[in-house]
């Protein structure tokens, strides 16, 4: 089992290309996080994109292009520099040797953004199921990192008649915890899961009906703290969409992917329209 769980998770985002789009890997810069007012990008082709904020944040920057700024602002997030930049009103700004560089105005760096990572393909939320009469699904945490160390184990259970099921927590070849319930949802008491560890949970239906189970990784107890700083951090920041798009982005470079799970479904209601969101950030 590797780190943070990996088979099966989610395909964050493809660095070097996206879905339709024929750009070498070498020539891709960046990513619009943020437009507001009159922007526009002129490729290395010469085709001019007028950006919209309802249809192109996450929109593509490549070694080349030109973004220009009539009046607004436009913030790229560099993938190789893992910086942001903004371009204010009547300022223009060209990408070249991998740096975005003021031709009119001038360029500023924001602190705090945090570019997509090397994503793992498959997809959040990866289940095991098994025998004859599937029921009984487990829902959370599934195939993620997580910074807690008395998390609620969820499931689903559609079984008729009699609820009651079996819940048990693996560590290694050790089971470390067991318990019934028939509700769809337990919480585990302090003392039973530690910091640093992979676990195991199972969700046994009994006879005739299916085992389902999942897995999550507790992080480090430090890792833990600075993932809480960072998450206040970021939700401080309300609904600035750089910020937003940071956090997403922080979330998957750390597998706290059922986390991202929900921000992103957010973000997706927020720009229904937008295809790059749904291209670049998947979770199915």
Same mark, same amino acid.
């Given at each position: 089992?590797?780190?943070?769980?990996?088979?099966?998770?989610?395909?964050?985002?493809?660095?070097?290309?996206?879905?339709?789009?024929?750009?070498?890997?070498?020539?891709?810069?960046?990513?619009?996080?943020?437009?507001?007012?009159?922007?526009?990008?002129?490729?290395?082709?010469?085709?001019?994109?007028?950006?919209?904020?309802?249809?192109?944040?996450?929109?593509?920057?490549?070694?080349?292009?030109?973004?220009?700024?009539?009046?607004?602002?436009?913030?790229?997030?560099?993938?190789?520099?893992?910086?942001?930049?903004?371009?204010?009103? &009547?300022?223009?700004?060209?990408?070249?040797?991998?740096?975005?560089?003021?031709?009119?105005?001038?360029?500023?760096?924001?602190?705090?953004? &945090?570019?997509?990572?090397?994503?793992?393909?498959?997809?959040?939320?990866?289940?095991?199921?098994?025998?004859?009469?599937?029921?009984?699904?487990?829902?959370?945490?599934?195939?993620?990192?997580?910074?807690?160390?008395?998390?609620?184990?969820?499931?689903?259970?559609?079984?008729?008649?009699?609820?009651?099921?079996?819940?048990?927590?693996?560590?290694?070849?050790?089971? =470390?915890?067991?318990?019934?319930?028939?509700?769809?949802?337990?919480?585990?008491?302090?003392?039973?899961?530690?910091?640093?560890?992979?676990?195991?949970?199972?969700?046994?239906?009994?006879?005739?009906?299916?085992?389902?189970?999942?897995?999550?990784?507790?992080?480090?107890?430090?890792?833990?703290?600075?993932?809480?700083?960072?998450?206040?951090?970021?939700?401080?920041?309300?609904?600035?969409?750089?910020?937003?798009?940071?956090?997403?982005?922080?979330?998957?470079?750390?597998?706290? &992917?059922?986390?991202?799970?929900?921000?992103?479904?957010?973000?997706?209601?927020?720009?229904?329209?937008?295809?790059? =969101?749904?291209?670049?950030?998947?979770?199915?």
């Amino acid at each position: 089992m590797t780190k943070g769980i990996t088979g099966m998770m989610f395909l964050v985002v493809a660095l070097l290309g996206f879905a339709g789009m024929n750009v070498n890997a070498a020539e891709r810069y960046g990513l619009v996080f943020d437009v507001q007012g009159n922007v526009e990008v002129q490729g290395a082709d010469g085709k001019v994109t007028k950006l919209k904020k309802t249809e192109h944040v996450l929109f593509p920057v490549n070694e080349g292009d030109r973004v220009k700024v009539i009046q607004g602002k436009v913030v790229i997030v560099s993938l190789k520099e893992n910086k942001g930049y903004e371009l204010a009103s &009547n300022s223009e700004g060209i990408v070249k040797n991998r740096k975005l560089v003021a031709v009119k105005g001038s360029v500023k760096e924001i602190q705090g953004l &945090n570019p997509p990572g090397k994503g793992v393909s498959g997809s959040i939320g990866g289940i095991v199921l098994r025998s004859i009469r599937p029921c009984i699904k487990t829902v959370s945490p599934v195939n993620t990192n997580i910074f807690d160390v008395t998390p609620e184990l969820v499931w689903n259970n559609t079984c008729r008649g009699d609820k009651k099921v079996t819940v048990k927590i693996m560590s290694g070849e050790q089971m =470390i915890f067991h318990a019934e319930s028939a509700e769809n949802a337990l919480k585990i008491p302090p003392g039973v899961l530690q910091y640093g560890k992979e676990y195991r949970w199972i969700i046994d239906g009994g006879k005739n009906r299916n085992i389902s189970g999942g897995g999550f990784t507790i992080v480090s107890e430090d890792e833990a703290k600075e993932i809480a700083q960072r998450i206040a951090f970021y939700r401080e920041r309300g609904d600035d969409l750089s910020y937003r798009l940071s956090y997403i982005f922080y979330l998957l470079d750390r597998n706290l &992917n059922e986390t991202a799970k929900a921000e992103i479904q957010k973000l997706k209601r927020d720009y229904p329209e937008n295809t790059y =969101i749904r291209e670049t950030i998947k979770t199915d």
